[in-house]
């Protein structure tokens, strides 16, 4: 006999744990089910785990850094064990905590792999074996994503690593390459190279965080390459060469073939659905390459199926998938939430320096047919960053000339990803030049930057 529920979730990362609480909120009968770790990707192999060892190199590079402030400190070093250890001591503890969010929210979980099994059916198995029958009006499905694999470079967990060795090396590598420089890639390479490891990042695209504003990705490649990095864009990893303890990679960048040789080589060159073994064939789902398809509240093409979250497609980030779910379970609930603006949806990358964006960059917004005002401030000019030893990297607003609407901000210095969201509440509240430009910013701080970014868009810049 199936056991009836209201709601069932398939998957415990973010987008599915925050849909199962909220539904818990609106008086859902909930379950939940989760075939690996509860908190998904991002609190076990993403989002946590990278920031505690980015910590763990910021602190390096300031131990490193300790004559400017006035300290001395000999044989400084570091047990990389121990670094790794703390990381997935940090992520056990998160996944513990959503363990008990859902308890506390009567949420029932069932441990196994979920997949549909006819219409309001869902069979959940644990190696194979039967587990539960679960019925229900309502499915989510948030099964989240994996890392896409170029063909003859599979991480095969020695000498190609995926993001998950990548997390939990048992030494530190003296030389990596590492493939794709979007938010992963950029993070993993400035891990490394911090923690002083010799990195090559390699981007097929013109510029590194190809979706950022042109601007910052110039900022950024530029640091990194002063920082000791080696940068190679418009290039193209045709072919690895695996040694007994080193790898090759036979790189093409601008006509000419290079071998490129380390220890280690990340793969981070994109992310694919998880759309397999769920039950899908015969229903109406629709999937697009590795993505199911869904309208603005997340309903697939199957009555009663919905889909959220990383399974979903771009942009691949947490924030995005629990907001997804919010919106999917309160318009199950009959509830009339807004549909998500994807304009909205700040994007963060916590390398050295830290990257932010959210909205439109300047070219996107050109193309989009905005007349556009443009404001740039830099950090040099912000007494709280020259205080703090970390005066680089700029703010730039990107306005529409016509309405002053907030079309885009980027930010590239200290601390932008915390502050990324005082633009991302500008834009939700459809904020205007002029209300940013009549908010008061507290003093000192490196905020004052977004403030004057905004000033210089209209001619009023203060300290520059
Ligand atoms: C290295 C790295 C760093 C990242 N850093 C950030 C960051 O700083 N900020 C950010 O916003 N995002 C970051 N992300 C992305 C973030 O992790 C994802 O966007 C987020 O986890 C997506 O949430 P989700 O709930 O859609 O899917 P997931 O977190 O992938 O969760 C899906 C869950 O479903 C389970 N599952 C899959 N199939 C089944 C099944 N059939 N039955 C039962 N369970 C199933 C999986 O085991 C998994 O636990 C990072 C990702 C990586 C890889």
Request: net charge neutral; hydrophobic share 45%; proline share 5%.
């Amino acid at each position: 006999m199936a056991e009836t529920f209201d709601l069932v979730v398939v998957g415990g990362g973010p987008g599915g744990y925050v849909a199962a609480i909220r539904a818990s909120q609106l008086k859902m009968k909930v379950a939940l089910v989760e075939r690996e770790n509860l908190g998904g990707i991002c609190l076990n192999w993403g989002c946590i785990p990278t920031k505690a060892l980015l910590r763990a190199s910021e602190i390096n590079h300031l131990l490193h850094s300790l004559d400017a402030y006035g300290f001395a400190a000999d044989n400084v070093r570091f047990d990389f064990a121990k670094v790794v250890k703390r990381s997935r001591a940090v992520a056990g503890q998160l996944s513990g905590g959503v363990k008990h969010l859902l308890k506390k929210n009567k949420v029932t979980v069932f441990d196994g792999q979920g997949a549909l099994a006819g219409p309001g059916k869902l069979k959940v198995t644990k190696d194979g074996k039967p587990v539960a029958e679960l019925a229900a009006k309502h499915i989510i499905l948030a099964t989240g994503a994996r890392a896409r694999v170029l063909p003859g470079m599979e991480p095969d967990g020695k000498l190609i690593w995926s993001y998950r060795e990548a997390m939990t090396p048992a030494a530190l590598p003296k030389k990596i390459i590492v493939m794709g420089s979007g938010a992963i890639g950029s993070e993993f390479a400035s891990f490394y190279l911090n923690m002083g490891a010799e990195v090559t990042l390699i981007e097929v695209m013109d510029r590194i965080l190809p979706v950022e504003d042109a601007e910052i990705s110039a900022f950024v490649h530029k640091a990194f390459v002063g920082q000791g990095m080696k940068v190679i864009t418009n290039a193209r990893v045709q072919g690895v060469r695996k040694g007994a303890d080193s790898i090759t990679a036979i790189v093409e960048a601008n006509g000419k073939v290079q071998d490129i040789t380390a220890d280690k080589l990340i793969s981070a060159v994109g992310i694919v659905g998880n759309v397999e073994n769920l039950g899908l064939e015969g229903t109406k789902v629709e999937v697009d390459r590795t993505h199911v398809k869904t309208d603005p509240m997340g309903r697939t093409g199957e009555p009663g199926v919905y889909a959220i979250g990383d399974l979903t497609g771009a942009p691949w980030l947490a924030h995005k998938a629990s907001h997804e779910g919010i919106i999917c379970v309160e318009a199950i609930a009959g509830l009339h939430p807004h549909p998500m603006d994807v304009l909205n949806i700040p994007g963060c990358t916590y390398c050295r320096p830290q990257v932010a964006s959210v909205g439109l960059t300047e070219a996107r917004a050109k193309e989009a047919g905005h007349e556009v005002r443009v404001g740039r401030f830099p950090f040099i000019g912000n007494g709280k960053a020259i205080a703090m030893g970390e005066p680089e990297g700029f703010v730039k607003t990107v306005f529409d000339a016509k309405t002053g609407e907030l079309l885009g901000a980027h930010m590239v210095g200290p601390e932008v990803t915390e502050m990324i969201q005082g633009y991302g509440i500008a834009r939700t509240l459809e904020s205007t030049e002029a209300e940013l430009m009549h908010t008061v910013f507290p003093h000192p701080t490196v905020s004052e930057a977004m403030h004057e970014s905004v000033l210089d868009a209209y001619g009023r810049v203060i300290h520059i």
